[in-house]
């Protein structure tokens, strides 16, 4: 029996097994819709056997997209597709989650395989992004307005009226984004933030944004589903957020009933150089789970079945994310199944006959 693909429960929801699709930006929507792309791409992760499935980052306001092609929640015409999505992934025996994100001070960029970097003009699409203060993130991108303290309550609401949109289109798992450099990262993060108010300067206020959503959101999240929050454990830079802070973060969010923090890093800083190799980000996971004793998800090149399954023993993490081995392979839990040699993951029944390599089967099976 391998844990990877043992059952997980939080709160009243089991996952099938410990194998979630990280979230992971297609940038290929029109005012925010989801659409045939993302029935297919999410659906195919279904049918290979995740646990849990996230979208991509969803944008709760229009001007908290990182493209203008991202996904959106900010409005009532963006459920219904959504729904779609959520009611295949739920028949194929998975779990549909959503990331809720906003840009911040990376909004209105382009899409990464247009060559281009930096920021949209807004002859072409693009707008002026927000930020906790007037620092670009580089010299390719705009300089972002401060919010003030109005616009940060309207932020606050904007990402309440998204879970909820969330809910109605059939979510059972709302991750709030608080990583990779964007918005809630960026008050987090003393490199970007160097406000003078409440949501300024020390720890206490730095952190306080983050927790106003987490709090919010909680309060309209149903008590019986579970709640993450993804985090950048450092900014990998001097003076930057750090892991000591995260774990501080993480104790907070857990007192405010979140349920699993996800714990990845990165993206404030563009000068940051990050040790990038297998496993690179888990031990943040697991100083997250043991420090502030809560679940921990871990994410960043795993790629082997038994790597993942070593987190896991090791007690690293409770949940391992894959982003691009599951594009590679929609179907690695199913794989993973048969490498680890559990045979607990069920295929589709349309796939039956498929099902483990060394399973005999007759020729005259396959003749219909
Ligand atoms: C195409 C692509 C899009 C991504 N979009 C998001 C996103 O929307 N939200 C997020 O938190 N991380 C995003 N990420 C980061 C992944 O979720 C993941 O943390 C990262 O790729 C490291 O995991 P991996 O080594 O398994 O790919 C994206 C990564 C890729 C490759």
Redesign the pocket.
């Known amino acids: 029996m391998s844990l990877l693909l043992e059952p997980y429960t939080l709160r009243q929801l089991t996952l099938r097994n410990r194998i979630v699709v990280?979230?992971?930006?297609?940038y290929c929507c029109a005012d925010g819709l989801a659409n045939d792309w993302h029935l297919v791409h999410l659906g195919s992760r279904a049918v290979g056997g995740a646990g849990l499935i996230f979208t991509?980052?969803a944008a709760v306001t229009r001007d908290g997209r990182?493209t203008p092609e991202d996904l959106g929640i900010w409005n009532d015409d963006q459920i219904e597709p959504l729904q779609r999505i959520t009611r295949f992934i739920t028949t194929q025996g998975a779990v549909a989650g959503i990331?809720l994100?906003h840009a911040g001070r990376k909004a209105s960029t382009w899409r990464?395989w247009l060559g281009r970097q930096g920021s949209v003009p807004a002859d072409q699409g693009g707008w002026t992004p927000f930020g906790p203060s007037d620092i670009a993130f580089d010299a390719k991108h705009t300089s972002p307005v401060p919010l003030d303290e109005q616009q940060i309550q309207e932020v606050i609401q904007a990402f309440v009226a998204a879970a909820k949109r969330a809910l109605t289109a059939g979510f059972k798992v709302v991750e709030i984004?608080a990583?990779?450099g964007y918005l809630l990262h960026q008050f987090l993060s003393p490199l970007s933030n160097q406000r003078q108010d409440q949501y300024g300067g020390s720890f206490e206020n730095r952190i306080r944004l983050t927790l106003e959503v987490t709090k919010a959101v909680r309060e309209v999240w149903p008590q019986e589903l579970p709640l993450f929050v993804?985090v950048s454990a450092t900014d990998w830079v001097e003076d930057g957020w750090d892991a000591d802070e995260t774990v501080e973060l993480a104790k907070r969010l857990k007192t405010l009933g979140v349920d699993l923090v996800d714990v990845?890093s990165g993206g404030t800083a563009a000068s940051a150089e990050i040790p990038v190799g297998p496993g690179y980000?888990t031990h943040f996971a697991e100083r997250v789970k043991k420090e502030a004793e809560i679940a921990s998800g871990t994410?960043?090149?795993?790629?082997d079945p038994a790597q993942a399954e070593h987190i896991l023993r090791t007690g690293q993490a409770d949940l391992i994310?894959?982003?691009?081995?599951?594009?590679r392979d929609p179907y690695w839990p199913l794989h993973a199944d048969d490498d680890l040699g559990g045979r607990q993951a069920v295929w589709p029944a349309q796939y039956q006959r498929a099902t483990h390599r060394d399973q005999p089967i007759h020729e005259s099976d396959l003749r219909d």
């Open positions: 990280s979230p992971m930006c297609q991509e980052a990182i990331q994100a990464p984004h990583a990779h993804r990845s980000q994410v960043g090149m795993i790629t994310l894959l982003a691009r081995e599951l594009l």
